[in-house]
């Protein structure tokens, strides 16, 4: 029987490397799992970081639709970049045509599409709807 | 057992190591989740105040959408064609019926956007006296938001138009206009009054538009009546109710059954709270009290007089509303009487006051001696300070300002408007009159009516431009709906 005889030769010599072996397996996986752990933790914290960027950005475009309430101008589609924290969002604004507006209102009320991504080539970050009124008079005639 | 041997010393030491460094870098990971959960929270949060934003809106278009015809458009596209079938009935009911929405605080679902995916919300009418209250709560995901819209109306004038009438000619009788006057005069009277006198503008299109909505106020009207009648209902009057400290003033019950007097001639009293009060009598204020937020619906007289200061008060009282003695009133009021400021009594913060005179008239028939019916519905005199919007309506739906007088913002009447003090802003009247010939009104009321003649607009006051008189709202039965006010929360 050689196998035995090269492993269990001496009774400390053997166990080693079969420790060894394991204790490599070991860290191999802890050190699999810990990167993936970490770099899910920066994902993570990417997005946070993303989301609330682009939220910023997406409610200054909110408020920026409000003071077009009263404005001559009817805001319409347009895309443009935003820094925030040293990173560059862009900015989709659609506007969603509505068929049931009375022709007759003295409001205009139009449905907006805001997409807000980290960059053109990446999916929208955050995307929100909003319902806004215009005056009518100030509003170009359709 | 050899415990110095080499056997079984690396495997331990290894898994200690790995089980930390495990343990640190899943703390990490969760920490990282636990910092983000609110971030990613945050659009959630954002889309619910929007869908709460746009129910006010969307609650507004239900409010001015008209009777439509009984085979509506059908757009089978949309992916809320068939929805009250297999999902919430949610836009559906409030498109199939015609507005939807009633004042009594029942919220009503409605589905603001094109796709149903971005959440929804609930909007609820209620009056606030010269406002209409929108209040909508946004829903996305398991998140509510609300918002609050205050809807006041809103009159068209150019920048320059001071004036307004609706009948008569140009204003003489020595007043000072600062700005133009328009009149429905014929095409000889476009011709300027004098060589320091503007133009006048003839009455256009627009101008129009101001028109009193008379069924918004009945319905205005009608529902403090019900709310009143109510509360009289269940109640039996007591004394009056006296209140001479804070404790006792936020220790008043929702009804008050008899009149309320509230005395800080003593000690001051402040009085901060955001709800209504029902008092089934008149209300008195005075000495130095303070008041803010409260709602007041009364079935007597308002009166407050002294330093007694309202601030954000909203009151409806169908008798009259007294404002005096260097008391300052700010917020909205309507009134089924008269208005009455005087002694340096001011109304302040661009309020809304509104005197809408119910008075029937004299019967047909009545004794020899007539009694002689109140030519003005809003008494304004004794160097007393407005800045506000003044409506009088109804019958007789007058206005009349004392020399020594100075409003700020806007004189509406239905009536007409004797005015002798100075007006930073717009006034709009149906003529405007002279002291004498008001008196000589009030006097021969009720008596046979006078052989019609051409009315003539005399004006011994004075109109000046206000460059903010767009800041100014209108009561929302007066001219357009618009949204005054926002809260958001």
């Known amino acids: 029987m050689l196998l035995p005889r090269i492993f269990f030769s001496s009774p400390t010599s053997g166990m080693t490397v079969i420790e060894s072996l394991i204790a490599v397996l ?59 924290n040293g990173l560059t969002f862009a900015v989709t604004r659609t506007r969603i045509r509505r068929d049931s507006l009375p022709a007759d209102s003295v409001v205009v009320y139009q449905e907006f599409a805001v997409s807000v991504r980290r960059a053109p080539e990446q999916g929208p970050s955050v995307t929100f709807r909003l319902l806004q009124g215009f005056s009518n008079d100030n509003a170009p005639s359709p | 057992m050899n415990i110095r041997g080499n056997g079984g010393a690396v495997l331990p030491t290894v898994l200690i190591f790995a089980v930390f460094a495990l343990i640190v870098a899943s703390v990490y990971t969760a920490g990282q989740l636990t910092i983000a959960k609110p971030s990613l929270r945050g659009p959630a949060s954002l889309q619910a105040l929007c869908n709460a934003r746009s129910g006010i809106w969307k609650g507004l278009e239900l409010l001015s959408k008209k009777p439509s015809d009984t085979l509506a458009k059908i757009n089978t596209l949309d992916s809320l064609f068939n929805k009250k079938l297999f999902g919430r009935p949610t836009a559906a009911i409030a498109s199939d019926s015609f507005s939807g929405l009633v004042p009594d605080d029942t919220p009503l679902a409605v ?18 006296t010269c406002y209409k209250v929108l209040v909508s709560q946004g829903r996305f995901r398991d998140i509510i938001k609300s ?58 299109k627009k101008q129009s538009a101001d028109q009193l909505a008379t069924g918004e106020l009945a319905k205005l009207v009608a529902y403090y009546r019900s709310k009143l009648g109510a509360k009289l209902d269940t109640t039996i009057p007591v004394a009056p109710l006296l209140i001479q400290n804070s404790d006792q003033a936020a220790g008043i019950p929702e009804v008050v059954n008899g009149s309320l007097l509230i005395n800080g001639s003593f000690t001051t009293i402040a009085w901060k709270e955001k709800r ?9 204020i005075t000495g130095k009290a303070s008041i803010e937020d409260v709602e007041f619906v009364t079935s007597g007289e308002f009166k ?56 029937k008239g004299l019967p047909a028939a009545p004794a020899k001696t007539p009694r002689p019916q109140l030519p003005v ?28 007088t100075v409003v700020k913002g806007i004189l509406w009447a239905q009536g007409a408007i004797c005015h002798q003090g100075t007006l930073y802003g ?48 209108m009561p929302f039965f007066l001219g357009r709906q618009i949204i005054a006010r926002w809260e958001e929360g």
């Open chain 1, 26 to 84: 070991i860290l191999g996986f802890t050190t699999t799992a810990v990167i993936g752990l970490i770099v899910t933790g920066d994902k993570i914290a990417g997005r946070r970081t993303n989301v609330a960027c682009a939220s910023i950005i997406a409610a200054n475009e909110m408020e920026r639709l409000k003071t077009f309430e009263r404005s001559p101008v009817l805001p319409g589609d347009t895309v443009y970049s935003d820094t925030v």
């Open chain 2, 111 to 128: 589905q603001p956007f094109s796709s149903d995916s971005f959440g929804d919300c609930a909007v609820s009418l209620t009056f606030l």
């Open chain 2, 147 to 204: 918002a609050k819209g205050l809807l006041g109306g809103s009159i068209y004038h150019s920048p320059d138009s001071v004036c307004f009438l609706t009948t008569g000619s140009a204003p003489e009788g020595g007043g000072r206009i600062e700005g133009t006057t328009v009149f429905p005069a014929p095409e000889a009277a476009l011709k300027p009054v004098s060589a320091s006198k503007p133009r006048p503008e003839p009455v256009n």
């Open chain 2, 276 to 284: 209504r009060i029902f008092v089934l009598g008149d209300v008195q």
């Open chain 2, 304 to 359: 407050c007089f002294d330093d007694a200061r309202l601030f954000n008060v909203s009151v409806f009282c169908p008798k009259r509303l007294v404002i005096g003695d260097r008391a300052s009133f700010s917020g909205t009021a309507l009134t089924l009487s008269s208005l009455l400021v005087y002694k340096s009594g001011r109304i302040e913060n661009k309020s809304i006051i509104v005197a809408y005179g119910e008075n």
């Open chain 2, 377 to 404: 519905s809003v008494f304004i005199s004794q160097d007393a300070n407005v800045d506000a919007v003044i409506v009088a309506c109804g019958n007789p739906g007058g206005i009349q300002t004392d020399k020594n």
């Open chain 2, 426 to 473: 717009v006034l709009r009247a149906n003529e405007l009159v002279d002291l004498p010939t008001l008196k000589a009104r009030a006097k021969t009321s009720g008596l046979p009516a006078a052989p019609a003649v051409q009315p003539r607009n005399s004006m011994s006051g004075s109109i000046r431009r206000l460059p903010n008189v767009t800041e100014y709202f």
